[in-house]
């Protein structure tokens, strides 16, 4: 089975400067109305239409299949950008793109699927994940839900617990577990749009922040053609695409809501300084740390997507334990690390960041990064790992 990368910038028909201008041109508008997506936890309806009339949703898609092949660096630039603007369309952006991702490297130039993949392009089609279910919480390799057979189609029926803009998204890309006789981690990937399935609403979606995902909990009945189920493993797919993608683009939106909330630190601070004649608050310890931290972040970022693009030709490096370790670690410190910038953020800006109203305050942006740590629980991560690392030698050396 070939794996059709394009992590690089080869292939890529966007100009990245034309791409860069595109993103920050939706991410004014998402700007201009985050806080009252936030405030009604609703949809963010014009960022999408936004993102629709700049053609970034189908981006990824390789030239031969209507799309402009953008790098994965170029989507991690965009959200940013869009994370600095609005939490939830960045994170909508993020989660959309993983999916695409993994159907264009796992797709194998299966007819159906890039039908699906060039209709994602040509539509500007907003795809969903449904990766959550049942008492499962965030264990992704793991499905209860079976693929069967019905005739000359399959059938799923799924109770997820949580499917983000599931209620306005055009398509879905699932796990499921392989057919009825198999075990939990037998698991496929599938794609299906909206004409392949229904949705029956389970729960609704009122949390702390991230409020505009509109995360509900959905009933998910799927008759569709049996080429909508990806012939590729899911644990490949799961190792070399879903996880390095997912923690590259949902790690950079998190620094960019991280960022807007520095850039408030740094706006009190120097307010404060210049009330106080020029000298540095107290509190500027706090914005210091706040920069560190989001440096940091930025750093674990740029040095993962480094890494994976060297290696993405590489199925063997990919599956190691170096790199999955690396690429698993990158979610659990970037958003620890993008929480923690926040945080200092609001302790640099006192009670004007604590506020919820008013130029200073970041109350908004750590509402929304409190996700971060539980979007597949870091503990869960982090017991996954000690598994996994428990029989391997520790380095005996400082750089081998
Ligand atoms: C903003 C947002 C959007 C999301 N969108 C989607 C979406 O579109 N589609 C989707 O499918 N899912 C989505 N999710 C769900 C997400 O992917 C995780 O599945 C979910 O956050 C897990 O939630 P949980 O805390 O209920 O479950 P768990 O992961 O089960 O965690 C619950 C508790 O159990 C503990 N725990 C469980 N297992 C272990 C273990 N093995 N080792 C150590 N501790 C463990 C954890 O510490 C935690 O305290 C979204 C989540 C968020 C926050």
Redesign the pocket.
Known sequence: MSIHYTTGTTQSLADAGDFGARAAAAAAIAAAHAESVDREGRFPAEALEALRTQRLLGAAIPIALGGEGASLGALADACYALGRACA?TA?IFA?HHTKIACLVRHADGDPTIDGVMRRIAAEQLLM??????G??????RSSAAAIERDGDHVILERA???????AEADGVV??ARRAADAGASDQVLCVFLKEDYTLERLSGWE?L??RG?C?AGFKLRVRAAPEHVLAARYQEIHGRTMTPVSHILWSSAWAGIAASAVEKAQAFTRTAARQAGGQTPPGAVHYARAVSSLKQARALIAAALDRYEALAQDPAALDALDFQTTITMLKVDVSELALAAANSAMRANGLAGYRQDGDFSVGRQLR?LL??P???????????LSTATLLAPVAASLRA
């Open positions: 939830s994170m989660m969903a994940s449904s990766t959550t279910e008492n499962n919480g965030g264990n992704v997820a617990t949580v499917i983000s803009y599931g699932t796990t949390t922040g991230m995902t995360s929304d996700s971060a539980i979007m597949i629980h870091n503990d869960r991560i982090l017991a996954n």
